[in-house]
C-alpha cells in the first residue's frame, strides 16, 4: 500500500525544490479538497508525496495555512501523510522549530531535512547534524537540493523508516478545534522549549545577521521605506511608459497605416471596407498598443519579486493599507491592476481572507 510522505515548513524554505528533487517529472498540481489552493503531487518509489502549502503555525490565517493544517489534523483527508518531511533552512533553523514544536504532537514520525546547506558553507557555518539530531531526537539531513547533494542519503532514510511505517494502523483522530486552542494555551510552553533547544544548539551563533538583514534595515525603515517605495513604484512606471513609446507610436503609424493602405488597394470602397478598417483592424491595433506598456510593467514586477521587493513593499505598505480596510499584500494586485484588471484579480488568491479579496478586486 502506498504511503503519503508530505513536506512541510515555512514558507520559502526550499521545499518545492525537495519535491522537484524527489519525484522528477512524475508530478502534477491538485486542488486541496474543497479549495481552489494547488498542491504538488507527486510520486516516489510507489509512495505519494505531497508539497503542502508553507506554514509557520497551527494558528493559521490564510487558505493555504489552513489547508496544511486540515491535512495533518484531518486523518480522512486524502493529503494526511504517513510521514512528515520538516524542511528547514540552514540560515535560519530556529524559524521551524516552533512549527516543529507543535508537529511533534501528531504522533507522526518526521524528517528533519536542513535546506541551502550551499549558502551555509559559503558563510562558513558549521551545522553539526549529529548534535542537531541527537537534541531534536529525529534524524536530521543536511542537503543542497539545486546540486542535489545530500538527496541520495535522504531517499534512503525515507526507504528505512517507509519499511518500518505500519499504514494498517489506527491513527490518533484530532479535534481540529480542540487541537488550535490547546497550541494557543500552550504558546509559552512552546516558546520556552524552542529558546531551551535554541540554547543548546547555539543557534545565536548560526542565525547570523545577513546582507538581506541589513538590507531590509533601510528598506523597511518607517520614513526612508515609504519614500524608496514611491521611488520604486515612479521608476516602474517610467520604466514600462519610456520605453512603450516609440513602441507604441510605430503600432500607431506605420504598422497601422501599412495595414489599412494596402487592405483599401485590396478592397473597393463600401460597407463592406469601412466595417473591417473601423471595426476589426481598429479595434486590433487598439489593443496591441496596450500590450507594450503592459509587457514592462510585468517585467519590473518580476524583476521586483525576484530581488525580494515586493514581499519588503507589502510590509511598508502595511500601515496604509489598513487604514482603507486592507493589508500590505494588497498592494501586489493594485500595483498588477495598473497593467490589466484580469491577472491583478487573479493575484488576490494571495490574500489571507475572503473578505480582503473581495474588497482589494473592487
Same mark, same amino acid.
Given at each position: 500500500? #502506498?504511503?503519503?510522505?508530505?513536506?512541510?515548513?515555512?514558507?520559502?524554505?526550499?521545499?518545492?525544490?525537495?519535491?522537484?528533487?524527489?519525484?522528477?517529472?512524475?508530478?502534477?498540481?491538485?486542488?486541496?479538497?474543497?479549495?481552489?489552493?494547488?498542491?504538488? /503531487?507527486?510520486?516516489?518509489?510507489?509512495?505519494?508525496?505531497?508539497?503542502?502549502?508553507?506554514?509557520?503555525?497551527?494558528?493559521? @490565517?490564510?487558505?493555504?495555512?489552513?489547508?496544511?493544517?486540515?491535512?495533518? =489534523? !484531518?486523518? @480522512?483527508?486524502?493529503?494526511?501523510?504517513?510521514?512528515?518531511?520538516?524542511? &528547514?533552512?540552514?540560515?535560519?533553523?530556529?524559524?521551524?522549530?516552533?512549527? =516543529? &514544536?507543535?508537529?511533534?504532537? +501528531?504522533?507522526? #514520525?518526521?524528517?528533519?531535512?536542513?535546506?541551502?546547506?550551499?549558502?551555509?558553507?559559503?558563510? $562558513?557555518?558549521?551545522?553539526?547534524?549529529?548534535?542537531?539530531?541527537?537534541?531534536?531526537?529525529?534524524?536530521?539531513?543536511?542537503?543542497?537540493?539545486?546540486?542535489?547533494?545530500?538527496? /541520495?542519503?535522504?531517499?534512503?532514510?525515507?526507504?528505512?523508516?517507509?519499511?518500518?511505517?505500519? %499504514?494498517?494502523? %489506527?491513527?490518533?483522530?484530532?479535534?481540529?478545534?480542540?487541537?488550535?486552542?490547546?497550541? /494557543?494555551?500552550?504558546?509559552?510552553?512552546?516558546?520556552?522549549?524552542? &529558546?531551551?533547544?535554541?540554547?543548546? =544548539?547555539?543557534?545565536?551563533?548560526?542565525?547570523?545577521?545577513?546582507?538581506?538583514?541589513?538590507?531590509?534595515?533601510?528598506?523597511?525603515?518607517?520614513?526612508?521605506?515609504?519614500?524608496?517605495?514611491?521611488?520604486? +513604484?515612479?521608476?516602474?512606471?517610467?520604466?514600462?511608459?519610456?520605453?512603450?513609446?516609440?513602441?507604441?507610436?510605430?503600432?500607431?503609424?506605420?504598422?497601422?497605416?501599412?495595414?489599412?493602405?494596402?487592405?483599401?488597394?485590396?478592397?473597393?470602397?463600401?460597407?463592406? $471596407?469601412?466595417?473591417?478598417?473601423?471595426?476589426?483592424?481598429? %479595434?486590433?491595433? %487598439?489593443?496591441?498598443?496596450?500590450?507594450?506598456?503592459? +509587457?514592462?510593467?510585468?517585467?519590473?514586477?518580476?524583476?521586483?519579486? !525576484?530581488?525580494?521587493?515586493?514581499?519588503?513593499?507589502?510590509?511598508?505598505?502595511?500601515?496604509?493599507?489598513?487604514?482603507?480596510?486592507?493589508?500590505?499584500?494588497?498592494?501586489?494586485?493594485?500595483?498588477?491592476?495598473?497593467?490589466?484588471? +484580469?491577472?491583478?484579480? /487573479?493575484?488576490?488568491?494571495?490574500?489571507?481572507?475572503?473578505?480582503?479579496?473581495? $474588497?482589494?478586486?473592487?
Amino acid at each position: 500500500m #502506498p504511503k503519503t510522505i508530505a513536506l512541510v515548513g515555512n514558507p520559502n524554505v526550499g521545499k518545492s525544490t525537495l519535491f522537484n528533487s524527489l519525484t522528477g517529472q512524475n508530478q502534477k498540481i491538485i486542488n486541496a479538497p474543497g479549495t481552489t489552493v494547488t498542491v504538488n /503531487k507527486g510520486w516516489w518509489q510507489g509512495n505519494i508525496v505531497i508539497d503542502l502549502p508553507g506554514l509557520i503555525s497551527f494558528i493559521h @490565517n490564510s487558505v493555504d495555512e489552513k489547508v496544511a493544517v486540515d491535512a495533518l =489534523l !484531518n486523518k @480522512n483527508n486524502v493529503l494526511n501523510p504517513d510521514l512528515i518531511i520538516l524542511v &528547514a533552512d540552514a540560515m535560519h533553523i530556529s524559524r521551524s522549530l516552533y512549527l =516543529l &514544536a507543535q508537529l511533534k504532537q +501528531l504522533n507522526i #514520525p518526521i524528517v528533519l531535512v536542513v535546506t541551502m546547506a550551499d549558502i551555509a558553507r559559503k558563510r $562558513q557555518m558549521d551545522l553539526d547534524v549529529e548534535k542537531i539530531s541527537k537534541i531534536l531526537k529525529l534524524p536530521t539531513i543536511l542537503i543542497d537540493s539545486r546540486e542535489a547533494k545530500g538527496i /541520495k542519503d535522504l531517499e534512503s532514510l525515507i526507504y528505512k523508516i517507509g519499511r518500518n511505517l505500519d %499504514t494498517n494502523k %489506527t491513527k490518533i483522530l484530532f479535534d481540529s478545534k480542540k487541537f488550535i486552542a490547546e497550541t /494557543k494555551n500552550n504558546f509559552e510552553t512552546n516558546i520556552k522549549w524552542v &529558546a531551551d533547544i535554541e540554547k543548546k =544548539l547555539s543557534i545565536s551563533n548560526i542565525d547570523k545577521l545577513t546582507l538581506s538583514d541589513r538590507i531590509d534595515k533601510v528598506l523597511l525603515n518607517k520614513f526612508f521605506g515609504s519614500v524608496f517605495f514611491l521611488i520604486i +513604484l515612479f521608476l516602474v512606471f517610467q520604466f514600462s511608459t519610456y520605453i512603450s513609446f516609440p513602441i507604441i507610436d510605430f503600432i500607431d503609424g506605420p504598422a497601422r497605416n501599412f495595414i489599412t493602405d494596402n487592405f483599401s488597394l485590396l478592397f473597393s470602397t463600401g460597407v463592406w $471596407q469601412n466595417f473591417v478598417l473601423s471595426t476589426i483592424i481598429a %479595434t486590433i491595433f %487598439t489593443l496591441l498598443e496596450f500590450v507594450s506598456p503592459i +509587457l514592462f510593467i510585468f517585467i519590473a514586477l518580476a524583476i521586483l519579486e !525576484n530581488c525580494g521587493y515586493l514581499a519588503r513593499a507589502a510590509l511598508v505598505s502595511d500601515k496604509l493599507m489598513r487604514g482603507i480596510g486592507l493589508e500590505g499584500n494588497s498592494i501586489l494586485p493594485i500595483i498588477i491592476g495598473f497593467g490589466c484588471n +484580469l491577472p491583478a484579480i /487573479k493575484a488576490t488568491r494571495i490574500l489571507k481572507t475572503s473578505q480582503i479579496r473581495r $474588497q482589494t478586486a473592487f
